[in-house]
């Protein structure tokens, strides 16, 4: 298992049957953000939210570059982004165990009924 997830995504994910964790990690991996590529959008195009998923926050700060606040939260954004694609890729892994639950649906437990 990858060791770049938090104790929480660990402890989802190892209550996962076998095929489920299986495909819950292919779709991830597909999915997955990176930190170099965030980086990349914010320094030549500005684009790092979209890439996040937020496009609104990305107009809002297009149009607030035109003054000094887009600016300021622009360079701010550069010590933030880290944080921002590791709460994405968390988000983005909750989805995907979900979606391996819905396809793989985990074998039901027997029910003992005492007499």
Known sequence: MDTHFDP??????NLLTEKQKDYALTL???????????????????VYYFYLGHPVKNI???????????IIWWIIDLFRISGMVKRKNQEILKICIAEAQQLYPSPVPPVHFEK
């Open 60 to 70: 809002l700060l297009w149009i607030l570059c035109g003054c000094f606040i887009g």
């Open 8 to 13: 929480t995504s660990i402890a989802l994910l």
């Open 28 to 46: 991830y991996a597909n999915r997955e953000k990176k930190v170099s590529t965030a980086y990349i959008l914010w320094v030549f195009f500005g």
